[in-house]
């Protein structure tokens, strides 16, 4: 099975239900269906073929979601593209992933024409919502709507998406249909004719989580309700209007609503399910939550772009304070740390530096393996080799340990990856801007704790002898020159930048001294 079945099993049972709902228009399964066997068909002509890269750069639409499942049944392999990065990145995810043919919303265009003379290997760029160039309706309006079959294994990549590192440039990470099926087939219920559920999405399908829903509500047969971003009146309204059944939510967004003025004022009784997850979710937040929501059901989810998203999850039952004493402590204590247990098709351990299995209660570096782990980063033996080990297991970069009931609880970072708002940044891709800087003789990067974003990058920097600058004027230089979620907050000037004997910047250090709010 691959995901292509999933569409094809959905409109089989619910052809004439709403598939997509976006801007006002809705679009059934069989409409669905019928749009993107179209534009695979328009693919073929202008050359894509199995195993070709197909990128996209645009907030959520349904074309993305056609895009995907084109891509998907031609074989080919789709690249969801960051639209918060700057031209610099998008040029080398682009020329890394060789993708042949590019999907761009109109928004964009301009910044993908400013690159267009680095971008060799594309073939054609495709406006998705604006008649300028070659235009996404005219071309599946000018091919045939028959349905084209393509030999798809189960262990044929379907996507490609690039994720922040710490060491500098945006990694790609293969991921396989069996990946999505795996996880699908474990813990979503196949469409049913009876039951109808609505998804509002609003997690960018730029990021897995967001991928994940799309692909989960798709197999449930379920209506995707999509906005183009978040934004906390339009998600609250959108509830109330579309009756949404579930929804997914990164916790600065949960906060946003939560926090809402007019949140009281609004029916949301027709929600049933909330998931979160992508970052660190505060417990005031979640705590909060519950109270004003006791009807939902909560579900932390916990995963990375190289586990296919989610591999453990903390259930509805872990988001209900009931029982003795010791048995609510238990649960708050989970709900203020804890991840929850690993998926079944999922084995997770927790080792020491040495790669030994430690016993429960003990921290250590979070492992995973199954069948929706990648095998390996793109093209890039090298940092593959530093994540992949012995026997498939791929090391998360995530510290915790395991109690003896089998849930997991995060304790930090094994590395210096900072996470805002979901989001991944790179405190490299960060200092190798700011090291640019005319004024900035050295410079390094640290992650503080934020109550709404989880985290914020704060530059810790070392002027030239002579210079002098202000935390405003640091900032704005870095404003064009990285995608916003990665631009620093705050500044701190020190006179040299803590080492070890062999040079390396002391971060840890700097986090304890400067990490804080």
Not at 168 to 196: D, M
């Amino acid at each position: 099975m691959n995901t292509t079945d999933f569409l094809s099993i959905a409109n089989a049972i619910c052809p004439e239900r709403d598939c997509m709902v976006f801007e006002g228009k809705r679009y059934t399964y069989a409409q669905t269906n019928e749009r993107a066997n179209r534009l695979v068909n328009a693919l073929v002509k202008l050359g894509v073929e199995k195993g070709d890269r197909v990128g996209i750069l645009q907030v959520n639409c349904n074309q993305y979601i056609e895009t995907y499942y084109a891509a998907a049944k031609l074989g080919a392999i789709f690249v969801p593209l960051n639209f918060r990065a700057k031209a610099e990145e998008l040029a080398y995810m682009i020329t890394n992933a060789e993708a042949k043919i590019l999907f761009v919303g109109s928004r964009y265009l301009e910044l993908i024409h400013q690159i267009r003379p680095q971008l060799g290997m594309v073939k054609e760029c495709i406006s998705i919502d604006s008649k300028e160039g070659p235009y996404y309706e005219n071309l599946i309006q000018s091919v045939s709507s028959e349905e084209l079959y393509s030999e798809i294994g189960d262990e044929d990549i379907t996507i490609l998406m690039y994720t922040s590192g710490t060491t500098g440039r945006p990694k790609g990470v293969p991921l396989r249909h069996n990946a999505f099926v795996s996880y699908v087939l474990e813990n979503v219920e196949p469409a049913s004719p009876e039951i109808e559920e609505r998804n509002l999405l609003t997690v960018p399908l730029y990021h897995v989580a967001g991928i994940q829903a799309m692909l989960a509500a798709i197999y449930g047969g379920r209506t995707l309700v999509m906005m183009k971003q978040f934004e906390v009146k339009e998600w609250i309204e959108t509830i109330q209007q579309e009756k949404a059944t579930r929804a997914m939510l990164v916790p600065t967004m949960l906060k946003r609503v939560i926090d809402d003025p007019s949140f009281h004022k609004y029916d949301l009784s027709s929600l049933k399910v909330i998931t979160y997850g992508a970052a660190p979710m505060p417990f005031e937040v979640i705590n909060k939550a519950i109270k004003l929501m006791p009807w939902v059901r909560f579900i932390n989810a916990f995963g990375q772009t190289e586990t296919a998203s989610t591999i453990t999850t903390l259930g509805p039952e872990d988001h209900i304070i009931e029982g003795t004493e010791e048995e609510k402590e238990k649960k708050l204590r989970r709900l203020s740390s804890s991840i929850g247990k690993p998926l079944p098709d999922v084995e997770v351990k927790i080792v020491d530096e040495e790669g030994k299995t430690l016993s429960s209660l003990e921290v250590g570096e979070i492992l995973a393996r199954g069948p929706r782990i990648m095998t390996g980063y793109w093209q890039d033996e090298q940092k593959t080799s530093q994540v992949m080990m012995e026997g498939g297991w791929l090391r998360t970069g995530d510290m915790g340990y395991m109690d003896e009931e089998g849930y997991i609880y995060l304790t930090g970072r094994g590395d210096d990856m900072i996470i805002r708002g979901g989001e991944n940044v790179s405190p490299e891709e960060v200092e190798e801007v700011l090291h640019s800087h005319p004024k900035i003789d050295e410079a390094a990067v640290i992650g503080v704790s934020d109550p709404e974003w989880g985290q914020e990058p704060r530059a810790v920097v070392v002027l030239k002898k002579g210079e002098t600058t202000t935390q405003d004027e640091i900032i704005e230089f870095c404003r064009t020159r990285l995608a916003g979620f990665k631009r620093p907050r705050s500044v701190v000037f020190l006179d040299s930048l803590p080492r070890n004997p062999m040079g390396k910047v002391l971060r840890k250090k700097l986090r304890e001294e400067y990490g804080q709010p």
